[in-house]
């Protein structure tokens, strides 16, 4: 089983849209078949043709929301953790330029918001280190070096 990692408003509002999906947009899926049916000729309907990818579609998402929350781990804040963990906020210097990075499950991550995979070159590296500590990474314009300065 694959775990995911989240926090408890992510998988809040997982648990809202999995809900939401099996009791307002499937029956209301199922409907849209039932009327398409009563056309006739299912093989030139297109009303069918819509409403079976629409359900596919559907169905496709329940399943993954369901293995998302069965492998649901809750990211847990340790505030005073001397180490970088995942639902650590850490401040690194890059370049001389302070940058602020907070470690999430690969679901949640929103680079450009400062939220970083735990599964991410970065997030990965950052992992169990340090105040003080540096960590290199490999990008497109070759290795960068990070220092970090603070774990909250």
Same mark, same amino acid.
């Given at each position: 089983m694959t775990a995911y990692y989240l926090t408890k408003e992510r998988l809040e509002e997982l648990k809202n849209e999995l809900s939401e999906i099996k009791n307002v947009a499937l029956p209301r899926v199922a409907e849209q078949l039932k009327r398409a049916k009563e056309f006739g000729d299912l093989s030139e309907n297109a009303e069918y043709a819509g409403a079976r990818e629409e359900r596919e579609r559907i169905e496709s998402r329940i399943e993954n929301l369901e293995a998302i929350l069965k492998g649901a781990i809750v990211i847990e804040k340790k505030i005073g953790h001397p180490e970088v963990d995942i639902g650590s906020t850490v401040e690194v210097v890059r370049d001389g330029k302070p940058y602020t990075?907070?470690? +999430? #499950? $690969?679901s949640e991550?929103?680079?450009? #918001? #400062?939220?970083?995979s735990n599964e991410s070159p970065l997030g990965h590296a950052l992992l169990g280190c340090k105040v003080g500590g540096s960590v290199q990474v490999e990008t497109p314009a #070759?290795? +960068? $070096?990070? =220092?970090? =300065?603070?774990? $909250?």
């Amino acid at each position: 089983m694959t775990a995911y990692y989240l926090t408890k408003e992510r998988l809040e509002e997982l648990k809202n849209e999995l809900s939401e999906i099996k009791n307002v947009a499937l029956p209301r899926v199922a409907e849209q078949l039932k009327r398409a049916k009563e056309f006739g000729d299912l093989s030139e309907n297109a009303e069918y043709a819509g409403a079976r990818e629409e359900r596919e579609r559907i169905e496709s998402r329940i399943e993954n929301l369901e293995a998302i929350l069965k492998g649901a781990i809750v990211i847990e804040k340790k505030i005073g953790h001397p180490e970088v963990d995942i639902g650590s906020t850490v401040e690194v210097v890059r370049d001389g330029k302070p940058y602020t990075f907070t470690i +999430v #499950g $690969s679901s949640e991550a929103k680079p450009e #918001g #400062g939220l970083i995979s735990n599964e991410s070159p970065l997030g990965h590296a950052l992992l169990g280190c340090k105040v003080g500590g540096s960590v290199q990474v490999e990008t497109p314009a #070759g290795k +960068v $070096s990070y =220092t970090i =300065t603070k774990i $909250s």
